[in-house]
């Protein structure tokens, strides 16, 4: 089954830096790559996805990457502000056959003023 | 925004015992999904639900577990016979359909299952 593994496990950056966030997964079938926010107490929350017929995908202050040959993607976040403070989590499917999404162990970003 | 609400936010009940987890997903959405969560791990997929009926489970989804819609608007995790192992956060989700460009999956606000 598909794998994904997620670093770093803790990211500290002051607020007005960039974060970086990365991904691997294994299974080459796997199709499209959401990455969601949870803050405390409540639900993962769809921030960003990308399908794997694009590279990059930017939504204003956060972008992501993909690699398919090297199976990695990525989550950058620039201008870093104290309420984009929160776990990020990566996740991988194949979503022509069926949706079980599989997560990253996630990424803990705390953005310090 | 409309929202997955799930109920209750936090089930504390002794091992043996049978609880029921639910969910109320989004109006027109028609595919639902529980995931859990335990304590500094990762978000684990348990089991997808469509036209009434089980689309896809995981390896954690056994025959302790089980789901149901029973009327048009709830959707329900029920655990027979609880272990300790399965306290964990429950996440329940819904989409309006799998893979479709413009249908990420929803997800509540989850129950916190405590088994003592």
């Known amino acids: 089954g598909e794998n994904v593994e997620q670093h770093p496990s803790t990211l500290s950056v002051q607020e007005g830096d960039s974060a970086v966030i990365k991904c691997t997964y294994s299974?080459?079938?796997?199709?499209?790559f959401p990455w969601y926010k949870q803050e405390l107490g409540k639900g993962p929350q769809l921030i960003i996805d990308i399908r794997s017929n694009v590279g990059e995908k930017k939504d204003q202050r956060i972008a992501v990457t993909l690699n398919k040959t090297a199976k990695h993607f990525s989550l950058h976040i620039t201008e870093t502000q104290p309420e984009d403070s929160a776990v990020y989590f990566c996740?991988?499917?194949?979503?022509?056959?069926?949706?079980?999404?599989?997560f990253g162990k996630g990424t803990s970003l705390l953005v310090t003023p | 925004e409309p929202e997955v609400t799930q109920t209750p936010s936090h089930q504390v009940t002794q091992m043996g015992q049978e609880v029921i987890l639910r969910c109320v997903p989004i109006s027109n959405h028609l595919y639902f999904y529980w995931y859990r969560q335990i304590l500094g791990q990762k978000v684990e997929f348990l089991v997808s639900?469509?036209?009434?009926?089980?689309?896809?489970k995981s390896e954690i989804f056994d025959d302790q577990f089980s789901v149901e819609r029973p009327d048009g608007s709830n959707f329900t995790l029920k655990i027979r016979s609880t272990k300790l192992e399965d306290s964990a956060m429950y996440f329940c989700?819904?989409?309006?359909?799998?893979?479709?460009?413009?249908?990420?999956?929803?997800f509540g606000n989850g129950t916190r299952l405590t088994v003592t």
């Open positions: 639900f469509y036209n009434n009926e089980i689309s896809e």
């Open positions: 989700a819904s989409s309006e359909a799998p893979g479709h460009y413009n249908s990420p999956l929803h």
């Open positions: 996740a991988a499917t194949n979503s022509n056959s069926g949706y079980a999404l599989n």
């Open positions: 299974d080459s079938a796997s199709n499209y």
